[in-house]
């Protein structure tokens, strides 16, 4: 298995990514749909590349004949001309500002859904090995680094050449003498940006990594569990040196950036005084032997800033595109995973199911190198109630994953009604399991839009039935709020018995054919424990279920109990053969059912 959510800046000397065909195309793709939108910009861009050039030459125009001619009419015309030709510019520029960032942002738009549903069909493999902060990093910050990529990087990059292109042709027209000098300059440029863009780029995954680690921190330790932890090993102060140190790193490293850029301008502004200077020389000895007019040396100059300014920003732009591509890199790689459980091509849906599980053979891994289960079969006709029991790490819980396929069988195969569950689709192989787990997880919303995660058409009169099935009913009454009581983070205002009892009645409401249970250990008091028992008799009646059993009382109204160890079922049958065997069954037994249940 991959590393998930490993960072690609293992060697800090030098950037990784490599501005390959094919990166290219894939990021490109994500252009295609707003061509049109794209082109109307390209058109806008070039307009006023065009248009810039009129006001220098305009003024080559007001020095050599207006000025010397002292014609205020010729004057006024080509003022007036120029003026006219910068607010065009600047018109174009605000439809062209408008339309560039629409385009930036609908393609944020599209990757963030993208991401959001390719990130909802991973595996739960996945989410137990990706690091805390890290789907938040790359759904918000990663993917809004995009955003100014996509808005000033990529449009300023087409804009800057074609800048250069359009000036330089026409400073070669004008003089190219003088022209040739002028560029002579610029292949200077690029030689301080190599090292410049390798320094930020060295500096910028660093801070990315930093930040990186910054969010893991506040997500694990400012949440309810991880803050009782704290609390309960008095770790503030620990923590929050950890947090200071890092975020101390975090603005040390965000200062040296913000300098290594300041380097960097300094450098360009040196060079970009130097063209100038040598056109009022080169150009003022072409004058001297009146080969050329101040007017033409004016405009040059002038020019000449359309042509450095360029190229000062196209050297930034490679640090951009460069820092720019590695988000991609990282949004790619979450794209990347492949979705472990999938529907296969023509998956059968099951409206109706009569609930008959089977394994045969049944093999799994969740690491390829440690088995977790070895050779399950066992059969369960419907409406019969199966017991898993067996030692802590047996695998009893992996068993009940691998009926809805949250994990899919590596060996073997798992049957409903007959048909391979893998030939089944998703959604409709879900929809006939219900699941109560042990820690049973709520959004922080009201009770009620807990309930209707279930079934979001469901009648009031429906989630009170339910509710008062699961015996729960007479308890969210007794809230200030009933049933719209808002139940905290994981609802962590309800105790155990209770967040159980809300999970019972929400499958319960759901009426799933299958149910997998997880019951209760001794955590709870006997008063809970002997509700949430009177709350799954409703449950469980007509249904297949599977039983992580704790109670004797469960153990001897199961149909088959399984008796796992180390991935096997080591022993099957019911509650007083295997009694009699005399095997792990009897030892558990005495160890654990007989003094749970009085
Ligand atoms: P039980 O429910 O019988 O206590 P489990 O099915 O939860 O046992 O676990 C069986 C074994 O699988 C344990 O050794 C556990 O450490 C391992 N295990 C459970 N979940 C995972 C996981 N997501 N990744 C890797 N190993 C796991």
Not at 167 to 194: E, H, Q
Not at 277 to 303: H, K, N, P, R, W
Not at 473 to 501: A, C, M, W
Not at 503 to 529: G, H, M, N, Q, Y
């Amino acid at each position: 298995m991959r590393g998930y959510g490993r960072m690609r800046f293992e060697n800090e000397n030098t950037p990784k990514i490599k501005i390959s065909k094919a990166l290219l195309k894939r990021i490109s793709s994500y252009f295609s749909a707003y061509w049109k939108h794209l082109l109307l910009v390209l058109l806008a861009i070039a307009l006023t590349s065009l248009l810039g050039l009129v006001p220098p030459i305009l003024i080559r125009e007001i020095i050599d004949k207006a000025l010397p001619g002292k014609n205020l009419h010729l004057l006024a015309l080509l003022t007036g001309a120029s003026l006219l030709a910068t607010i065009f510019i600047g018109l174009i520029g605000v439809a062209e500002n408008y339309l560039s960032t629409w385009v930036a942002l609908h393609i944020i738009y599209d990757i963030k859904n993208a991401m959001y549903k390719h990130l909802e069909f991973m595996s739960l493999q996945f989410f137990s090995q990706v690091k805390p902060g890290d789907v938040i990093t790359r759904m918000t910050s990663d993917i809004n680094g995009i955003q100014d990529v996509l808005r000033n990087t990529v449009i300023n990059f087409v804009r800057n050449i074609l800048v250069f292109v359009v000036t330089a042709a026409a400073l070669i027209t004008m003089n190219w003498k003088l022209a040739l000098l002028g560029l002579f300059v610029v292949p200077f440029f690029t030689l301080p940006t190599r090292r410049v863009g390798k320094v930020r780029w060295t500096i910028a995954s660093q801070t990315q990594e930093k930040l990186q680690q910054l969010n893991q921190i506040i997500q694990e330790t400012l949440s309810i569990s991880g803050s009782t932890l704290i609390k309960i090993f008095t770790r503030e102060e620990t923590e929050y040196q950890k947090f200071k140190n890092l975020n101390q790193d975090v603005t040390e490293l965000m200062i040296k950036e913000a300098v290594a850029g300041r380097w960097f301008r300094m450098t360009m502004s040196i060079f970009t005084t130097i063209g100038p200077m040598l056109i009022y020389f080169y150009g003022g000895y072409l004058f001297i032997q009146d080969e050329i007019s101040v007017g033409a040396i004016v405009a040059f100059v002038t020019l000449l800033s359309r042509l450095y300014g360029p190229i000062v920003q196209l050297s930034n732009t490679h640090i951009d595109l460069t820092r720019s591509l590695a988000l991609f890199e990282r949004i790619f790689e979450y794209f990347d995973m492949k979705h472990d459980v999938e529907d296969a091509p023509n998956a059968i849906a099951m409206a109706q199911v009569k609930g008959e599980v089977a394994f045969c053979n049944v093999s799994f891994a969740y690491q390829p190198a440690s088995p977790i289960l070895k050779d399950i079969s066992f059969h369960a006709a419907p409406n019969t109630m199966i017991a898993l029991v067996g030692p802590s790490g047996a695998g009893k819980t992996t068993i009940t994953n691998l009926i809805p396929r949250l994990y899919d069988a590596g060996e073997g195969t798992i049957t409903l009604d007959g048909i391979d569950t893998r030939q089944i689709s998703l959604t409709s192989l879900r929809a006939h399991i219900g699941m109560v787990m042990q820690e049973s997880y709520l959004f922080n919303d009201s009770i009620r839009e807990n309930l209707l995660y279930a079934k979001s058409d469901a009648t009031e009169e429906e989630l009170i039935t339910a509710c008062q099935k699961a015996n729960i009913h007479d308890f969210i009454i007794t809230l200030p709020d009933g049933y719209n009581t808002i139940v905290g983070n994981r609802g962590v205002k309800l105790s155990g018995g209770e967040k159980q009892r809300i999970a019972i009645a929400r499958v319960i409401l759901k009426d799933p054919s299958i149910i997998i249970l997880d019951e209760a250990t001794s955590s709870l008091d006997s008063l809970s424990e002997q509700l949430i028992q009177e709350a799954m008799e409703p449950l469980l009646t007509g249904k297949t279920s599977f039983i992580i059993a704790h109670r004797l009382s469960t153990v001897m109204a199961a149909d088959i109990i399984l008796v796992l160890e180390n991935g096997r079922i080591v022993e099957s049958g019911q509650h007083v053969a295997l009694l009699q065997q005399g095997g792990l069954y009897k030892t558990l037994y005495d160890t654990q059912f007989r003094s749970h249940d009085h």
